[in-house]
């Protein structure tokens, strides 16, 4: 069983910087996406940011030239969300998403808080 495992969430205040992490327990094939969506209380999932297997992102409105998201060149099998410039409207649990040919893989999820 694939399990993804996320790190970097925390409390940072408004303005401040986190980096999140997300590494596949084992190598995926047919991979075609990996990106991070976010999902706040009471609201829906919405999609943060996305890359491909060609290196093209993808980001939402919200989070463009703020959010930086990266792969690991080396295993491929490692995404980034570099988070910069953060509002309290980013609070959310930040969740990891691979998506391959076969299947999603989802992780459990990370906790990011911005306090004003």
């Known amino acids: 069983q694939v399990q993804l495992m996320e790190s970097g969430g925390g409390l940072v205040q408004t303005g401040g910087s986190l980096r999140l992490s997300c590494a596949t327990s084992?190598?995926?094939?047919?991979?075609?996406?990996m990106g991070w969506y976010r999902q706040a209380p009471g609201k829906l999932r919405e999609l943060v940011a996305s890359?491909?297997?060609?290196?093209?992102?993808?980001y939402a409105d919200s989070v463009k030239g703020r959010f930086t998201i990266s792969r690991d060149n080396a295993t491929k099998n490692t995404v980034y969300l570099q988070m910069n410039s953060l509002k309290p409207e980013d609070t959310a649990v930040y969740l990891c998403n691979v998506n391959t040919t076969w299947r999603d893989y989802w992780g459990q999820g990370t906790q990011v808080t911005v306090s004003s």
């Open positions: 890359i491909d297997t060609a290196e093209s992102t993808n």
């Open positions: 084992r190598m995926l094939f047919s991979i075609r996406t």
